[in-house]
């Protein structure tokens, strides 16, 4: 078996999470809200989304070339029709696909 370096840190679960948490905040710390039609955009998922189980939910924000533009998390679905997503400051004309995780954040809306 390879082990890790020994400069490589143990941390807890707890820290761990806190790390993400942080890095999160930074990366959506001057995100602006978007409002999306979802009429012609692909949308990845593993779960059906409706407005009671998407809030949260971290996004890949992708062109229509597959290319990841940004990051976003879901602020409001509304089923089928409209994502309001908040991202860091992109075109969301340019969004031709929504790949939704599984993963959760908790920040300010």
């Known amino acids: 078996m390879i082990g890790c370096g020994e400069e490589v840190k143990t941390k807890s679960p707890e820290q ?3 790390y993400r ?3 999160y905040a930074e990366y959506f ?3 602006k809200t978007f409002e999306i039609g979802l009429k012609g955009i692909a949308v990845q998922t593993c779960r059906r989304l409706n407005s009671d189980n998407g809030l949260g939910l971290i996004a890949g924000l992708r062109d229509g ?3 990841d533009l940004a990051m976003g998390f879901i602020v409001e679905w509304r089923d089928g ?3 309001i997503i ?3 400051d992109i075109n969301p004309k340019k969004i031709l696909c929504i790949v939704v995780g599984d993963a ?3 920040l300010p809306v």
């Open 65 to 67: 070339n597959g290319i």
């Open 29 to 31: 710390a001057e995100a």
């Open 86 to 88: 908040k991202s860091p």
């Open 16 to 18: 761990r999470r806190a």
């Open 104 to 106: 959760t954040v908790d």
């Open 21 to 23: 948490q942080k890095k």
């Open 81 to 83: 029709d409209k994502a």
